[in-house]
């Protein structure tokens, strides 16, 4: 039943984008379009290259190429003033008929002017908002952008964007999962293959991004949602950069918000050598975030006013590149970017600090002297009282990242060139207790919780041990990537291939102070170290004709699992993928694109669900014969030219996404009992529409409006849900997934005046994310009740003032930043971790408090203090739960 149900609609939605498509085909009927073309040379016959043509009283145009040709395609029928201009030669203008389906010639001959009085030009490059000859929903966020936004990431930038969903720390591109998404840099894909997740580059070091959301080519793989590919910054030809300063200290330890502090530094220009430039970035980023703990650290003071150590959350990113041209057809570009994040986690049942009463004991068959502890107070009440800080017991993370990168352009011909890339990266990761090894650490759960001297149980606050968890993860990736373009006739041809090769090692422990069932240290233990290739290669076809863009592509993904594993575990040690992707584009006129795609999409899953150990000391075991997740989209959009500097896009989707993974009991041949383990049984859809309202800078003002409709739902949200939920049965229907947020409204909007002062302002809005209702006797959960209640709508409204002044011929900003100025009390995450579990509360405490009360911020079941035969909450405020509140910071930048 269910099978027809999907089938049906599936088949509903291929015939509405059909009769959307045909609707659009019949509508560019009506416009009668043609061709003008020719030459532009100097009085002598020399080709003029790289001259400006223009249709006036229209935004077409274009610029002759090195043989001084030109071609305008898609003009409407009509008489036209054709002008040319190029520099140190007279304008030229032309009258010309254009008519339905024709190719009008046009030469030009420029005669030489002298000119008179030479000024200062700045010449600034504008990004062409609409884009005729693509079939993909996209966005972008460029240097400017990132400059004028109060944001103090990328992917806060990108958040903004319509069909795009931000859920904590993560970002769902139209419904998908946050993992769905490929992050690439300068066209080399920088997730962790391991356990996912990817770089945040320096706001300081992007030059421009390109924003997939659908629709995207067979150049494209192993991405099911979305693709992000940001261009990193290059010198020019003119030593320039920027410092800047930002801090919401205002000079006492209690008159600042979050002791944030963040510097950034890029510059860059020529060398000595010819035709090699530079470019140099570094970011640096401190805070105690709002969810500062007591954890003591060292700091120093300098001058007596500046306070130096680490803090809370530590980030420094570098980033340096070279670029060298060593002629006009050649170009070599070497990076390196280096990332280094040094974080204390929070963890509300170790957030107190006090002292803990305890007594030295020594046990009687062994003659082991050991401590007991005891009761908890803010105070020292005796000399056996001992001083305990629950913060400095959590775990703290570190993380780098490090890649070089060598980029190869060679244009061949017009029309033709290639590219190479050789790429290695290395993702490193330590979760460790006060860089403890896991036999140095304290307390054997759950006696961190128990108290030896009065025989009692805390109910929700550690007193002593540490928390169980340490982990060591190592990924190094090294790429190879190809593409070549060529033009031929009317046939763009692009191909190309792309070879990684994976070097992954993974070492985690979960309680380290307990044995498990192989005899050695942790409960649950993973260790691995496994090599594996991976490969692609992609055709694609851009076919223009009479004035629609047909975009065909094939894409062939190859995957192997390497020759570790023992033959009896693989079934297939290399699988396959073919890939089909079609797209249409037409331009309507000249300031609208209609277009439709159609798209295949597979995607590897996280290597650690395909290597994780495969014995009776880990939680859920890994499966080498797991196949690609894959996802079959449709999309129709519409680009709209409203005037030069206004423009609209208007996009439909619809995804139906498989074998995702989960979770099932297998057997296995080293236990009697049945084993987890994870298998490509769920599966997801999500439908939706965007539109978005992009104004540029002009007139003083620029703005962006965008609108997300979506739904996003599936059996499961989270691969090991089932394992985490005891259900009354196994789910099979789709309900809301956990990031399925109805509506999104984001706003952006900069007034200023150029070189004096500007002011700037974001705003965003979200229906509520869903959640599910638990009462506190609930022993199985029942499936259809997932996701069933919806949160509070969040909004958050962020604005920045600046003021510019000229101090020794440098621009000087000195500017205000208020973040969530309303002061927003938003949901985050209604029911953050709290692992290892106190042993007398429930891991659903918190959602059964919201159940039953309708306030957020968790609580634990204490004493029947009204006595009605209830247990009574004692309510937490755990601070995870909401967003960050207000803050304010100031800073000062100078451009040179």
Request: aromatic share 12%; with cysteine; glycine share 8%.
């Amino acid at each position: 039943m269910y099978y027809h149900l999907r089938n049906f609609r599936h088949n509903l939605v291929v015939s509405l984008l059909t009769v959307v498509l045909c609707f659009g085909v019949s509508v560019t009927s009506a416009y009668a379009q043609g061709t003008v073309s020719g030459t532009v040379t100097d009085t002598k016959g020399e080709p003029l290259p790289f001259a400006n043509v223009l249709v006036e009283g229209t935004s077409i145009g274009s610029a002759t190429d090195v043989s001084g040709k030109f071609s305008i395609a898609n003009i409407p029928a009509g008489q036209y003033v054709l002008k040319v201009l190029y520099l140190g030669y007279e304008e030229q203008s032309r009258t010309v008929q254009v008519t339905d389906g024709g190719v009008v010639t046009a030469n030009f001959k420029l005669a030489e002017t002298v000119v008179g009085t030479v000024e200062t030009v700045k010449i600034v490059g504008k990004r062409e908002l609409i884009k005729r000859e693509t079939s993909a929903s996209f966005h972008s966020v460029g240097q400017e952008e990132l400059e004028r936004l109060p944001v103090d990431t990328f992917a806060e930038a990108v958040a903004l964007k319509s069909g795009v969903v931000a859920q904590g720390d993560q970002l769902h591109f139209r419904g998908g999962r946050a993992g769905e998404v490929q992050y690439q840099i300068d066209g080399i894909p920088v997730n962790d293959p391991l356990v996912g997740g990817t770089v945040d580059v320096a706001t300081v070091a992007v030059s421009d991004s390109e924003i997939l959301l659908g629709g995207f080519d067979a150049e494209h793989g192993n991405a099911q949602s979305g693709v992000v590919n940001i261009i990193t910054q290059e010198g020019g030809d003119h030593f320039s950069g920027e410092l800047s300063y930002m801090t919401d200290d205002y000079g006492a330890p209690d008159k600042t918000f979050n002791n944030y502090d963040r510097i950034s530094l890029g510059f860059g220009g020529p060398t000595m050598v010819d035709n090699l430039n530079y470019y140099v970035s570094v970011q640096g980023t401190w805070a105690d975030t709002y969810l500062r703990t007591s954890e003591r650290r060292e700091r120093s003071t300098f001058l007596d006013f500046i306070r130096l150590g680490e803090r809370q959350s530590n980030n420094v990113q570098f980033q340096t590149k070279l670029s060298w041209k060593p002629g006009p057809n050649y170009k070599m570009t070497f990076e390196v970017i280096n990332q280094s994040t040094r974080r204390d986690s929070y963890s509300h049942i170790f957030s107190r600090d006090g002292f803990v009463e305890t007594e030295v004991d020594t046990l009687f068959d062994t003659g082991e002297i050991r401590t007991l502890y005891g009761d908890f107070s803010e105070r020292q009440e005796g000399p056996e009282w001992v001083y305990f800080n629950g913060p400095e017991n959590t775990p703290n993370f570190e993380n780098d990242f490090r890649q070089f990168k060598v980029v190869w352009n060679h244009t061949l011909s017009e029309g033709t060139l290639y590219t190479m890339k050789l790429s290695s990266h290395r993702f490193t990761s330590l979760t460790s207790v006060q860089d403890q090894y896991p036999w140095e650490y304290e307390g054997r759960y759950p006696d961190q919780w128990r108290d030896r001297i009065n025989f009692e149980t805390e109910p929700f606050f550690a007193t002593n041990g540490d928390i169980p968890t340490y982990s060591e993860r190592d990924t190094k990736v090294w790429t190879l990537k190809s593409d070549w373009t060529s033009k031929i006739g009317r046939h763009q041809m692009k191909t190309g291939f792309e070879f990684t090769y994976n070097d992954l090692e993974l070492f985690s422990v979960n309680f380290p102070n307990r044995t498990g069932p192989d005899g050695q240290i942790g409960l649950t233990r993973s260790e691995y170290h496994y090599f594996n290739p991976e490969g692609s290669f992609y055709l694609q076809d851009r076919w223009e004709h009479e004035g629609m863009v047909l975009n065909a592509g094939l894409r062939y993904d190859l995957f192997s699992v390497g020759d570790q594993l023992d033959a009896s575990e693989v079934e297939t040690r290399i699988r396959d993928q073919w890939s089909p992707r079609v797209g249409i584009a037409y331009p309507i006129s000249d300031r609208d694109v209609f277009s439709f795609h159609y798209g295949r999409f597979s995607q590897v899953p996280d290597r650690r669900f395909i290597f994780e150990d495969r014995t009776g000391s880990v939680a859920v075991r890994g499966n080498p014969n797991l196949e690609n997740e894959t996802t079959v989209a449709y999309q129709a959009a519409l680009q709209h030219m409203f005037s030069p500097n206004v423009f609209g896009q208007f996009s439909v989707y619809f995804k139906d996404i498989f074998g995702l993974l989960s979770v099932q009991e297998v057997s296995s041949g080293d236990s009697p009992a049945l084993v987890d383990q994870y298998v490509n049984r769920d599966y997801a859809s999500s439908r939706g529409f965007e539109v978005s309202l992009t104004k540029r800078f002009s007139n003083n003002f620029a703005g962006e409006l965008s609108y997300t409709y979506g739904i996003a739902s599936g059996v499961a949200s989270d691969p090991n849900q089932q394992q985490n939920v005891d259900f009354l049965y196994l789910p099979i229907s789709e309900q809301p997934l956990d990031w399925d947020q109805r509506h999104t409204i984001s706003a952006t909007l900069s007034i200023a005046e150029v070189n004096k002062w500007a002011a700037n302002l974001v705003w965003s809005l979200g229906t509520g994310f869903p959640w599910t209702p638990r009462e506190r006797d609930t022993r199985q959960t029942d499936p259809l009740l997932t996701n069933s209640r919806r949160l509070p709508s969040t909004s958050n409204l962020t604005l920045q003032g600046e003021k510019y002044y000229r101090i020794w011929g440098q621009r000087v900003k000195v500017f205000a930043r208020g973040t969530n100025l309303l002061d927003a009390r938003n949901i985050r995450d209604l029911e953050p971790s709290n692992w290892p579990g106190p042993p007398q509360a429930s891991a659903f405490d918190y959602r059964v408090f919201y159940t039953e009360t309708g306030r957020a911020g968790g609580a634990y079941l204490d004493e029947d203090v009204n006595e009605d035969g209830i247990r009574d909450w004692i309510a937490l405020n755990d601070p995870r739960v909401f967003s960050e509140g207000r803050s304010i910071r100031m800073g000062v930048g100078i451009s040179f």
